[in-house]
């Protein structure tokens, strides 16, 4: 299982090179289920595997001046906000034990992975449904308070499970500032980068890091990265990004039903 974990590992990569989001999603189950990982020690792991993929990833993106500074401090400060609270106060406050369902024993690691899982399904209907049409200005709108709860939320999705929150990023970029797609995905993989490694950093102290695994892990991830950059240049991300959303979608219902019905 683990040779397949370090292949899956490598198309973490490609798909925050090819598309700017998607790969963090992969990150959890990855660990979780091809390393065993701890699901709650998962989500540390996958804050500086995403975080530091994203962040080599980027720098394509800047020298090619397709990431917007001035949205990605916009953006990115509430979210950081809400990953410090999330990471500190909001996941160590979740008990071992939930609750009892009947027979079914709720515990904290089936219910950060069903979480998961519903955001995997609704991740896939972004990646699956059309894009709107790309706009042709660099600049943004003016910010509004809504940019600011999508920041809010995207903190503490990343903060819980460990995901940069790619597929809530983009729509917003582009949705709500008007920003080239090209321009949102360079925009968004720095704000992954800030938000997860921020949210790592957080989380020092309180759980153990065997670095020389996450080290390995993190370095095939940015091999990844790097074939996902440069396909991008071949191919559009966009043809892709349905594929790999209906590949979210068929893990997410996995997920569902391997923790619930399957415990």
């Given at each position: 299982m683990e040779l397949t974990g370090y292949l899956a590992s490598i198309l973490i990569g490609i798909s925050l090179g090819l598309i700017g989001g998607g790969g963090s999603i992969l990150t959890v189950p990855v660990l979780v289920y091809l390393f065993a990982v701890d699901t709650v020690l998962a989500t540390t792991y996958s804050l500086f595997v995403v975080g530091s993929t994203s962040l080599i990833g980027s720098f394509s993106y800047f020298k090619k001046g397709l990431i917007n500074i001035k949205t990605a401090l916009?953006?990115?400060?509430?979210?950081?906000?809400?990953?410090?609270?999330?990471?500190?106060?909001?996941?160590?406050?979740?008990?071992?034990?939930?609750?009892?369902?009947?027979?079914?024993?709720?515990?904290?690691?089936?219910?950060?992975?069903?979480?998961?899982?519903?955001?995997?399904?609704?991740?896939?209907?972004?990646?699956?449904?059309?894009?709107?049409?790309?706009?042709?200005?660099?600049?943004?709108?003016?910010?509004n308070f809504y940019i600011i709860l999508q920041g809010l939320m995207v903190g503490i999705v990343t903060g819980l499970i460990g995901a940069g929150g790619g597929f809530l990023i983009i729509p917003a970029l582009v949705n709500l500032l008007k920003l080239p797609i090209k321009t949102a995905i360079g925009t968004s993989l720095i704000i992954i980068a800030?938000?997860?490694?921020?949210?790592?950093?957080?989380?020092?102290?309180?759980?153990?890091?065997?670095?020389?695994?996450?080290?390995?892990?993190t370095l095939i991830a940015i091999v990844g990265i790097f074939i996902g950059t440069y396909l991008s240049t071949k191919i559009e991300g966009k043809k892709l990004k349905p594929a790999f959303g209906w590949f979210v979608l068929i893990m997410g219902v996995y997920i569902l039903i391997k923790e619930t019905l399957l415990k």
């Open positions: 916009f953006f990115g400060v509430p979210s950081i906000i809400a990953v410090f609270l999330t990471r500190q106060y909001i996941l160590p406050a979740i008990p071992e034990h939930v609750m009892n369902i009947g027979n079914f024993e709720l515990s904290r690691s089936i219910l950060l992975m069903v979480f998961f899982a519903i955001l995997m399904v609704f991740a896939s209907y972004s990646m699956i449904k059309k894009d709107c049409k790309e706009q042709s200005s660099n600049e943004p709108n003016k910010p800030v938000n997860s490694l921020m949210g790592f950093s957080f989380s020092l102290g309180h759980y153990p890091i065997e670095w020389k695994f996450l080290l390995t892990v």
